[in-house]
């Protein structure tokens, strides 16, 4: 195996975790919707908690995509 198909393997190989952010985001939305369709008065407290959680679990795809391009170009 070539040095640059076993590059291109391990960055597509590192990109896997986006596949449980996706999952996990979809999660978050879907569990915020169900709270708040229940209890509209707590929207106020759970938008934090809901922005935070959306924040981290996004980076965690980021961090998966700098690995990959590091991976790829370094």
Known sequence: ME??????L???LA???MLGVGIALGMIFSSYN???GR???AAEILDKKFF???ALTEA???FA???SFMILFG
């Open 3 to 8: 040095i640059e198909s076993a590059r291109l």
């Open 10 to 12: 391990a960055a597509a």
């Open 15 to 17: 990109l896997l975790p």
């Open 34 to 36: 169900q709270a708040v």
């Open 39 to 41: 209890n509209p008065s």
């Open 52 to 54: 935070l959680t959306f």
């Open 60 to 62: 965690i795809a980021i």
């Open 65 to 67: 995509l700098v690995i």
